[in-house]
Every structure is written in C-alpha cells, then in structure tokens.
C-alpha cells in the first residue's frame, strides 16, 4: 500500500504516520532526529496546527511543532 | 578520595531532580567562562568520599549547532569529570541513548541512570537493565529521581568506575561502507600529524569533519590549515558520492547508524513492551482540554490570577512584619548614632534604602514558589506552546515566550538571562526583536515598585492590577515586535520545534530548592549592588548640602521661636522622656521647630546634586505627573530597578520632619499632595516601558552585536513610557478619574 508521501501539515489529528523525508537545512534536520524525528520513525498527530503549533507523539514523548517546521517534514500513512 | 563528576541527559529526563536529590541544598549556581549557559555545581559525600557534581546543560545531541550542546561537550574535554552520569528517560529509551551512544564514541567513562522506571513500568514498558548493561558496556542503574529511590546505588557504581581508573577506548559504530572508509583514511591523516589529537581522539575528529562540526572545523583550520583543507576535500569527495548514490549527506548517514545501533541493542530482549495499550495517557488528556483553543486562554488567565491573588494575599502579613522590622531598626538606629552624616547614612541610605527592597522578600517568595510550580508541573511549556500562534502574529517565534517568561513574563524573573535566553533563536530578525521587547517584562527588581504602588494606591484589588500591569506589558512588548519587525527589522519567521514534557506532580524538596535559588539572588543583589547604588544616591541626595549662609539662617529662625516660647518650654522639651506629656507651650514649640526642619531638610534635598536633575527633569516629567523626587527615583532605576524604591525610600526619608515617626514608605506616599492613584498609574506605566537597566544594556549591546541596539533601547524605551505616561495621565487628569 505505497501512497506518496504528504507534509505533516496536511494530516488530520489522531492519524499515525511514518516519516519519509526531512526537508529543512542541515541544522533542523539534526535538531529533529536528535530528539527522535528520524525517517522511518512513528508518530502520532495529538493536534493539527489549527490554532497553534501541531503537537505530536514520537516514542513515548510529545512535541510541539510548529506549523513552518510541520511543512517541511514529509510523511506517509500507514 | 575526591571525585570530579557530571549529570548529563536529555531535557525532562528528571536531571535537575536527581542533581537536587544528590546534592540537597549544598548548591551553588553560576556560569561557565566565557559563555552564558547557567551552571550549577554541588557536592555530595558517599563513603567518606567527597564528590563534586556539576550538572550539565540539558541536551538531545553533541553537536556544535547549540550552545548547551557545545558547553557540555568542551567541559568533558577540558575538565575532564572522573565519570559522567548519563540520565536516560526509561519511558522513551531509544531517543534518550541517541545521547549515550554520542557519549562512549567521545570515549568519555560513563554510567547510565535509568530514570522514572516507575512512569516507563505505567506505560507497560519494562527495561532488563542488566542486559542494557553488557550490551552498552557501561553500568546501567534502575532510578526513580523524583523519590530519591536508586540514587546510593548509583553512587556507590560511579565510586566504583572513579576507583576503577578511566575507561580505555571508544564505542566504534560501523556508519555504512563509504563513510568507514572515508574515517580510515582520515584517520590516518590525523594520527601522522598530531592533528589536534592532544585533545580529541583521531576517530572522533574524523567524524566531526564528516558531520561538518563548526567548530571543530574552526580549530582545524587554525592549528593546520593545510591537512584541514585536505580533510574537508576528502569529506567533500564522499558526500558527493553519498548524495548521488543513496540522495543523503553524511551527518543524516551518521545519524541513521547510532538509531541502528541502539535499536540492534535494544531488540536484543532489553524492552518488554505490552502493546494495545490505550495511547491516551495522563499528559494527553490534561492537553486536550488546557490546550484547547477556548479553554486555553481562559485557563492561562484564571492561572495567572490565581498566582497572583496567592501571592499579594498571603504575603501581606510576612511583609508587614519585615516592615515592622526595618522601621524598628531605623527608629534604633536614630535613636542612638549621634546627629550627624553618619546617622543620616545609616537610616536614610541604608536602612530607608535598602530595608524598602528587603521588605519585599516575602513577596519575591511567594511569587517565585507559585512560578516554580507552574515549571515543575510542565504547565510552563503549554504556555509557550499556546503562545507560539499569537507571538507569529506579531512576527516574533514560540522560543521567544521562554524568553519573555525568564524575564518576568509572569512577574519576577530578569532581563538579563531573558536577553541570553534568546539565543535559542536561529533567526537573527526574530532574536532581535525578542531580545528588543525582553525588558518591557516585570522583572523581579520591577515586581516591588509595582508592589508598593499597589499597596498604597490600590489596596482594594491587589491582584487584578497585577494582572492589568502583565497583559499590559505583553500587550505593548507584542506591539513594540510587530513595529520592529514592519520598520527596521523585516524578515521571514523561522521554524519552531519544542518538547513538551509530561505533566508531573512537583515534589516538595524541587519546590523549595528552587524557590529558594532565587530568592537569595534577590536577597544578594539587594544587599551588594543594590547597597552601593544606595549609598552613592544618599551621597547625591545629601552633598552639596545648603550654603553656610542659608543653614544660619535657618539656625536663627529656630533660636528666634525657641526665645519667643521662653527658657521654661525649652526646659521642658529637652527634659522630656518618652511619654511625658507636653503642655500646650511646648507642643506649639514643637511642631513649629518641625515646620522650620521640614523646609530645611527639603531644600537641603532640592539644593542637592539628585535634587538639581530631578527638578531640571521636572519640565519634562511634568507631563506624566512625575515630580522632582520620583525623577531622582527613576533615574537611579537605571542603574538597577529596585532603586526606584530604595531611592523614593531615601528621598522621602531625608525630607522626613520625625525620624522617630516613622512610617512605612507606602504609607508616606499614600499621605504625599501631588500622589494620586492616577500619579501611580502613570509611573507604573512609565516603569514598566523606560530604558532597560545599565546590565540589560549591555547585554543587548553583547548580543546584538552592536552599541547602536543598546543606544535604541535606552532612548526608543523611555520616549516610549514617556509617551504613554503621559497619555495616561493627561486622559486621567481631564476626565477628573483616579483623583486626577
């Protein structure tokens, strides 16, 4: 079941995701994989960025994420 | 034996706890050279053997792209701790071992805390911590921080690893074919000219250059600007073959492995995990409702208040008996130091001036309690997470609310840590702005100026105009960013990431370190800094002192009422004990000798150096209802905002008629023609927009880069107050409100 890839931006709340790609600068893409945003890993949309920030569950962590950021980060449902 | 070691651990994984747990009260905050990242040291003694402990900065990586991250990393290189305590958050183990692994590659002795046990066992997560133990070759100990539960065998393991001598060797990862290959060679390199291999190992430094590490680079290219040319190229030849063959770069390459290695360890039978557990926890269901976007201003609102109706209302009685207090000393003091400058000083520097900051401290405390509170439970962090939105509004960024909140966004923090604070923000448009409107926040050296207003303008609701004063400092910092950011300082806003750590029941001993910290900062500052300024304003306030001439004439005007009230009422008077009572004659003799000090102490007071600026000021300050007094206040508030008390506290004091009547300065100010609540208002508001304090400028000038932002500050500021002190005044005075 390959669908393409979306940016997170586009996911509803209470979706589980794979993230496929990073697409920022080398500087937030070490960011986001050394708190634990690998491609490859699950998360978890708590809430869609509509007011604020998009909050998500990455292993057993929540994150806030901004709607900027959200963008670049490229994901596949499962 | 002493140990030197380090507590290290990614952000929310219980690291201040455990450090407090450890060490108790023998804390002692402070920074590391050169750089502004706080760091707290303390001691702890097992066994008879004394360990000093430094807890690091918080961090998920070591790279050089933070500075914590890059603080914590020099500090093992340079002073290189016996042993290192990694804190892991065993509820979420493979991103908190991205962190260890980075630890055993620098070859660094180490030994992990497997943290909050308890909360990863709620989950259903279970951890076989001897397996994680040979598996990563390195001590693994079962802790529950928060309890102090695990912390003697963690202890007694780490004496173990300090007896035991350094560990040899480093954890070497296997980063896939190319970039193996391309270490080997680099390797080589390093090792044949003694390339910065007095510090760091020939592997590490590869690596390093492969993860195009500024500055390790940066010392390269000083110490051997050639091989460091060289090194590049060869980084450069194998990203070009990463990036056509596999579409990555190097540094995502590396990444990628150490998640392939700790995940290899961890299959190997290290979790238990029970599945089909309810994903729901605790934290997500408190966030649903307090994040919500109705409930969620209203929550943070009905917060802040509560916070504030706690402090003014319980700590009314404490600062009362700390006003009590003072004006006891003054009266002693005045009572038996000879007359004279030495007794002028004492009461009305010292003790007028700096007892008016210290008769806060019950205040500060309670302030500081209540916002620990809010750290420690996590609510802190939905703040800015809620605030992100509105903060984009006005083209700042959701870093920039910890910015504002460490400056006393919530009242009583500072400036200074608040303009550092910014340096979390990658764009230099939006950490300016931020670091621009950080000082319109109530710090806690603003925090009793406001308070001593209140209390002697608006007794009746202490806590509404509290939060009035906080919405109102938002409201125009917000707006003062958007102008910067529509006028001199435009530009794109840049991503903002952040985690939110799980909601948690403070513990009691947190609570108390913490409030603890900084209310003696406060305490400190009152008695150095603040201390000196004082005296040097009493000095200002006192010298040059009438003219001769002018003094005898006020000498003659005293002799001419005391023989106009004949030998017998003097005899009287100056025979009197405490509670003679006077006859009429005497009473009159008394009041009228009074009057005559009164005019003396008041002119002595104008004729001084601070009484000539404050009344040159006057034709400004007039505007906004300011007299020659408060101007003297105000501008010693530059120097540090508590000041402003201690000098109105100095002013009043000099021109006092008895010393021996003394009251409290809320009251003086409450009973003063010229004070109204509308004067108040105004000098809240002025208080709250004039030129950040002399360190807060010239952090900003540091940060900036540049005097031309500090200069901006200082004058754009106080145009700024002034202008809207004046408007509330003007406004107030015309439509004849707040006794105006």
Redesign the interface.
């Known amino acids: 079941m390959k669908t393409h890839s979306t940016p997170l931006t586009a996911v509803p709340a209470g979706k589980k995701v794979r993230i496929v790609s990073l697409a920022?600068g080398?500087?937030?893409?070490?960011?986001?994989?050394?708190?634990?945003l690998?491609?490859g890993s699950e998360i978890?949309i708590?809430?869609s960025g509509d007011?604020?920030?998009f909050?998500v569950?990455?292993?057993?962590?929540?994150?806030?994420?901004?709607t900027?950021?959200a963008a670049?980060i490229m994901v596949r449902s499962r | 034996m002493e140990a030197k070691i380090a507590l290290a651990g990614n952000p929310n994984s219980g690291k201040t706890s455990l450090f407090n747990e450890l060490t108790g009260a023998r804390q002692h905050v402070g920074n590391y050279p050169g750089v502004t990242v706080e760091k707290k040291e303390g001691t702890c003694v097992y066994n008879g053997h004394k360990m000093h402990i430094v807890d690091l900065p918080g961090t998920y990586s070591l790279t050089a792209y933070s500075e914590e991250e890059v603080v914590a990393r020099d500090f093992l290189v340079n002073e290189k701790p016996d042993v290192v305590i990694d804190i892991v958050d065993a509820s979420n183990l493979e991103r908190n071992l991205y962190l260890a692994v980075q630890f055993l590659e620098m070859g660094v002795s180490m030994c992990i805390a497997l943290n909050m046990i308890d909360v990863a066992k709620n989950r259903g997560i279970e951890i076989d911590a001897e397996k994680l133990s040979i598996l990563l070759g390195v001590p693994v100990v079962p802790t529950i921080a928060r309890t102090g539960e695990g912390k003697k065998d963690l202890i007694s393991a780490a004496a173990k690893m300090v007896q035991g001598g350094k560990r040899k060797g480093f954890l070497e990862i296997s980063y896939g074919d190319d970039l193996d290959k391309a270490i080997l060679e680099m390797e080589k390199e390093i090792r044949a000219n003694d390339f910065l291999t007095d510090t760091y190992h020939a592997r590490w430094i590869a690596l390093k250059y492969l993860e195009n590490d500024k500055q390790i680079l940066l010392k390269g290219q000083e110490s051997n600007p050639s091989l460091s040319a060289r090194l590049e190229k060869m980084v450069e030849k194998v990203s070009l073959h990463l990036e056509k063959t596999l579409n990555t770069y190097p540094e995502a390459m590396i990444a990628d492995q150490r998640y392939g290695y700790i995940n290899s360890i961890i299959k190997q039978g290290v979790i238990q995990q029970e599945h089909g557990q309810s994903r729901l926890y605790m934290s997500d269901k408190i966030d649903k409702v307090v994040t919500n976007r109705f409930l969620g201003p209203i929550i943070m609102i009905a917060i802040l208040m509560a916070l504030y109706q706690f402090t003014f209302t319980y700590s009314e009685a404490p600062v009362g008996w700390f006003e009590s207090f003072f004006g006891w000393l003054g009266d002693a003091a005045s009572t038996h130091l000879p007359d004279g400058l030495l007794k002028s000083l004492v009461v009305s520097g010292v003790i007028d001036g700096v007892g008016g900051v210290l008769g806060f401290v019950p205040l500060i405390m309670f302030m500081f309690f209540g916002i620990a509170l809010l750290e420690d439970s996590g609510y802190l962090a939905r703040v800015a997470f809620m605030l992100d939105r509105v903060f984009r509004i006005f083209g700042l960024h959701g870093s920039s609310v910890m910015a504002y909140i460490v400056s006393g966004g919530i009242a009583g923090g500072c400036a200074v840590p608040g303009v550092m604070a910014t340096r979390t923000l990658k764009s230099p448009r939006e950490r300016l702005a931020t670091l621009l409107t950080v000082p319109f926040m109530n710090c806690g050296a603003k925090l009793p100026v406001f308070a001593l207003l209140i209390a002697a303008f608006f007794a009746e609701n202490e806590a509404e105009i509290m939060l009035i004063i906080t919405l109102i400092a938002w409201l125009g910092a917000l707006f003062v960013a958007k102008f910067l950011r529509l006028t001199i300082i435009k530009g794109e806003s840049s991503p903002f990431v952040m985690e939110l750590p799980p909601y948690r029941l403070p513990t009691f001993k947190g609570l108390a370190i913490h409030t603890w910290e900084r209310t003696w900062q406060y305490i400190k500052k009152a008695g150095t800094v603040i201390l000196g300024i004082s005296i040097i304003l009493w000095a200002m306030m006192t010298f040059p002192g009438l003219p001769d001439s002018r003094f005898q004439e006020f000498e003659n005007m005293r002799e001419t009422v005391k023989v106009a009230a004949g030998t017998a009422v003097i005899q009287e008077l100056e025979a009197s004990g405490e509670d003679t009572e006077f006859s009429q004659e005497a009473q009159d003799l008394k009041s009228r000798l009074a009057d005559i000090n009164s005019v003396e102490a008041e002119e002595g007071l104008r004729n001084s150096v601070a009484g000539r600026m404050g009344i040159a000021l006057e034709s400004v300050s007039k505007w906004a209802g300011f007299d020659w007094r408060t101007n003297i206040a105000l501008v010693g508030g530059f120097a540090a905002k508590e000041v402003v008390i201690s000098a109105l506290g100095t002013a009043y004091s000099l021109g006092e008629v008895d010393p021996e009547e003394s009251e409290s300065l809320s009251e003086t100010l409450a009973q003063t023609p010229g004070w109204s609540p509308l004067v108040a208002l105004s000098l809240i508001i002025f208080t709250i927009f004039y030129a950040p304090c002399f360190v807060t400028v010239v952090m900003i000038v540091k940060e900036s880069g540049s005097w031309k932002w500090g200069i901006f500050s200082m004058v754009f500021n106080t145009a700024l107050a002034l202008v809207l002190a004046a408007l509330v005044f003007q406004v107030g005075s015309a439509m004849g409100i707040l006794g105006g």
């Open positions: 920022g080398r500087g937030m893409c070490a960011r986001l994989t050394s708190m634990g690998v491609p978890e708590v809430k007011p604020g920030p909050i569950t990455a292993g057993n962590c929540r994150l806030a994420i901004g900027g950021m670049k």
